[in-house]
């Protein structure tokens, strides 16, 4: 089992900036792959960045490729998202995810989620 914590979401006004961390749990954090989703009201949970264990490979959803950068410190056990330039659509709660499979961009590549952060963003 890994166990995801997910922080450092909050209010912040468009055009701001926010770092998002995931901690998780385990002594083999390098073998998983991490994403970030998404989900406003209403809507679906959607894909937002993803990362191999090495740091080697990362995608991004087309909606915040540019001024996002999904990183991660394997030393620590955390997976960062930093956002840029956000817009009041980048408004969700944003969830952290882990797979020891392949890194993906859907809600089934993933085995293991944290609870969520709340991500507002003001006009």
């Known amino acids: 089992q890994v166990q995801l914590v997910e922080s450092g979401g909050g209010l912040v006004q468009a055009g701001g900036s926010l770092r998002l961390s995931c901690a998780a749990s385990?002594?083999?954090?390098?073998?998983?792959?991490m994403g970030w989703f998404r989900q406003a009201p209403g809507k679906e949970r959607e894909f937002v960045a993803a990362?191999?264990?090495?740091?080697?490979?990362?995608y991004y959803a087309s909606s915040v490729k540019g001024r996002s950068t999904i990183s991660r410190d394997n030393a620590k056990n955390t997976v960062y998202l930093q956002m840029n330039s956000l817009k009041p659509e980048d408004t969700a709660v944003y969830y952290c995810?882990?797979?020891?499979?392949?890194?993906?961009?859907?809600?089934?590549?993933?085995?293991?989620w944290g609870r969520g952060t709340q991500v507002t963003v003001s006009s």
């Open positions: 385990g002594r083999t954090f390098s073998s998983y792959a």
């Open positions: 990362i191999s264990g090495s740091s080697i490979t990362t």
């Open positions: 995810a882990a797979t020891i499979k392949r890194v993906g961009s859907r809600r089934w590549d993933y085995d293991y």
